[in-house]
Every structure is written in C-alpha cells, then in structure tokens.
C-alpha cells in the first residue's frame, strides 16, 4: 500500500504472506526501495509492524572494518535493537511499530533480513542460509554456510526459477512445507527477485566434492545442519528452542540429504524426482491484486 | 580440581544453553557461541543424567550399570566428558541440586 503522509509515504512489503511497512519520505530513496523490492509489493493488507524510515546525513552506527559484515541485534522482551555500519533501529513486536536510522550509505536490506527472521520464527517458520529453486513446481532447498556452494548451486539450475542464493523462508504447512522466495541475494544479485512459493520436495546440505552423491542424514544431524543454517535468531535459548521446535517439524516431513557435488549440473540427476506437479505458486496473484 | 574432588558435583545445563532429544541424542545450541553440536550416545546419555538432581557419582553409577564398562574407566570417562562440557560453557557444576529440568524428547 501507498499512502501519503506529510511529504512520507507508506511502503508495504510482503515475504512469506507477513506483511511489513516502511514510511519513507517520498523521494528517490523511497523509489529505490520500490523498485528493488518490486516483486514483493504488497498492497490492501494490516502491516504486523509498521516501521518508522529516516535518513540521516552523516549517520554511522559502526566503523567500517575489514573482515566478516557487522550485525549486531538484541531481544529484551518484545522488543529487537539492530545496528549494523549505517543503520540502527528497533522493532517493539508488541506495539506492532519500529524505528530505523540510516545514514546516506544505508540501506534497509539487512534490517529486514532480520526483521524477517524474528517474524517468520514467531508464525512457525525459518529464514535459513540456503539457496533455493523451483524445479517442475517444487522446491529444492540447499542448506549451507558461506563458501559452500549455494550460489553455485543457484547458477547451476539454469531451467529452475531461483528463489534465492543466500536466504529462503521455509514454513510448515499441514500437508509439508513450503519455500518462499525473498528478495536477499548473495554472490547471484542479477537472478530475478521472484516473489514465488513452492511446497519443498527435499533439504540438501551441501558439500563440494569430485563428484555427485547423496547422503540421507539421520534426523538429529538433519535437524543440527538445518539449526546451524538459521541466522540471527539463536542468541537466546528460547529462541533457540523455538527454532529447533520448527526444525524438527520441518525435517520430520522432509528428506534431508547430504549432497556432495563438483560444478556441473550433474547433480539434478541425484536430486530431482522427474514427477514434478504443477506449477509455481506466484504470490503476485489475484490474491494480493498487485500483477501487472 | 582433581578428578576425584569433581565426584561430588551436581552437573546441569549451562542457561545459554537449548537442547532437544532425538532419537536419543542430543542436539545442543550454545547460544552465546551460535554454535550447534550433536553429542555420541553415551555422551546423550550422561547429558540426559547431568539434570542438576544427580551428582557426578550417581552418574557414573547410572553409566556402570547400562554399559559394557568398569567403574574406573567410567568414572575417567564421565569425568572428562563433563570437565570438557564446563570448560566450553556447555554444563555448569554446583555443590547443591538444582531444580530439575524439562526439554523435549522425541
């Protein structure tokens, strides 16, 4: 939804059917975030946290070093403190509202990647470190760490539509579960940001190798390799338990396998059932009135 | 401290600690670290035991009687075991029991 304020207008974004709203100031960086989130535009729906925007000139939260990026967070109660390099903010889940500071370097990205993953946790899902496709209408979900082949995978699957090369949103449903893509990419920034949905056909955990094999994995070192994929959310032991509550359901109604694989598209023959059902469940439908 | 002056200790959880029973085996986050591990059968199981409610005694007692050990090699064992889960923050040890604790299963 696009509301007007005084000179500020109301952006709403949707991952995973959860709705969220920026209010920004009506300018070129609103436009920006229109434009790269375009696919996940959600319009006539209540925002479950309405997020205050404003840019800042000068503004910088930490200093830029060298080394792994910095995003630091804290939950005390209901309520989420995020600071990374040019941006800091808070979101009160109680209240449903936010604030986030950014200066002119800034951008709302990694807020909301962490946003998301403490939304997604609270209504039964994970937002996992995983690259994600959709293959004959389903997905396939391949869990991992930097460095462990999620990008390669993602350009290897050259006839699938990719979710994503660095985060998926998974969620139980009654029947399994489901991917849902989300606009954050890693190293594959040019795939389309598709706002696609798909049940999970299998989590892969991947491991680079000469060759392509897989591996099942006992439960409790599926559910171990699926925890470790899930970012931002484990710094607190109920949390923790929440997560490994969901990661329990998840691979109790999923294959999870080990996947070794050398940089060709070879392993699609290990993975892919060959029965795909049909197709994609485009969350761009009539459903939210946004296709164009 | 000497292996034996550890005997009389109540192990438990650390409090940054979750944990989850699968099919017998423990999974583990470490919050603080963000570090996940999954322990071996035996070492399950004297996870399972490390409540607060027994000491490190009744634990070796408990290991003795279900496995195909001696009492020595048990005692070395449990004791290292639970001397290198306090050293990684995993387990905290107290003179006293504590309240006894209640994680999932399955």
């Given at each position: 939804m696009i509301r007007s304020f005084v000179g500020r207008s109301e952006i709403q974004i949707e991952l995973g059917d959860i709705p969220v709203s920026l209010v920004v100031e009506e300018n070129s960086f609103a436009q920006r975030i229109r434009s790269h989130y375009a696919d996940f535009l959600a319009h006539r729906r209540t925002a479950v946290i309405t997020v205050d925007v404003r840019v800042v000139e000068g503004a910088q939260f930490l200093p830029v070093t060298p080394g792994a990026w910095q995003i630091r967070t804290a939950v005390r109660g209901r309520r989420l403190r995020f600071e990374s390099y040019f941006e800091s903010g808070w979101v009160d889940f109680e209240e449903g509202h936010g604030e986030l500071i950014m200066g002119v370097r800034g951008t709302v990205e990694n807020f909301l990647r962490v946003l998301y993953a403490h939304?997604?946790?609270?209504?039964?899902?994970?937002?996992?470190?995983?690259?994600?496709?959709?293959?004959?209408?389903?997905?396939?979900?391949?869990?991992?760490?930097?460095?462990?082949?999620?990008?390669t995978v993602a350009r290897l699957s050259s006839d699938a539509i990719v979710l994503s090369d660095d985060m998926v949103m998974v969620?139980?449903?009654k029947n399994g579960v489901r991917a849902y893509g989300v606009p954050?990419?890693?190293?594959?920034?040019?795939?389309?940001?598709?706002?696609?949905?798909?049940?999970?056909?299998?989590?892969?955990?991947?491991?680079?190798?000469?060759?392509?094999?897989?591996?099942?994995?006992?439960?409790?070192?599926a559910l171990a390799e699926l925890i470790a994929c899930v970012p931002f959310v484990m710094t607190a032991p109920a949390m923790s338990r929440r997560a490994m509550a969901i990661g329990e359901r998840i691979v109790h109604h999923l294959p999870v396998n080990a996947l070794t694989?050398?940089?060709?598209?070879?392993?699609?023959?290990?993975?892919?059932?060959?029965?795909?059902?049909?197709?994609?469940?485009?969350?761009?439908?009539?459903?939210?009135?946004?296709?164009? | 401290?000497?292996?034996?002056?550890?005997?009389?200790?109540?192990?438990?959880?650390?409090?940054?600690?979750?944990?989850?029973?699968?099919?017998?085996?423990?999974?583990?986050?470490?919050?603080?670290?963000?570090?996940?591990?999954?322990?071996?059968?035996?070492?399950?199981?004297?996870?399972?035991?490390?409540?607060?409610?027994r000491s490190i005694d009744d634990i070796i007692t408990v290991i003795v009687a279900e496995y195909d050990t001696t009492a020595d090699e048990a005692g070395r064992d449990v004791v290292n075991f639970i001397e290198q889960l306090v050293k990684e923050h995993i387990l905290v040890l107290s003179e006293r029991t504590a309240p006894q604790r209640a994680e999932k299963s399955s």
């Open positions: 939304l997604v946790l609270e209504r039964g899902g994970l937002l996992v470190h995983a690259a994600g496709v959709v293959r004959n209408g389903l997905a396939y979900v391949f869990l991992g760490p930097s460095g462990s082949g999620k990008t969620r139980t449903t954050f990419r890693g190293d594959f920034p040019e795939a389309p940001r598709s706002n696609v949905a798909a049940e999970v056909a299998g989590l892969f955990c991947l491991r680079k190798g000469d060759d392509h094999s897989l591996q099942p994995l006992p439960k409790v070192h694989f050398r940089r060709d598209a070879g392993f699609w023959q290990f993975i892919a059932p060959g029965d795909g059902r049909s197709g994609v469940d485009s969350h761009r439908r009539e459903t939210h009135g946004t296709r164009r | 401290m000497k292996a034996e002056e550890w005997t009389n200790w109540y192990p438990a959880p650390h409090p940054q600690v979750a944990w989850r029973m699968i099919d017998g085996e423990a999974l583990l986050v470490l919050a603080d670290a963000g570090e996940v591990a999954v322990l071996n059968g035996v070492g399950s199981r004297i996870w399972q035991l490390a409540d607060g409610s």
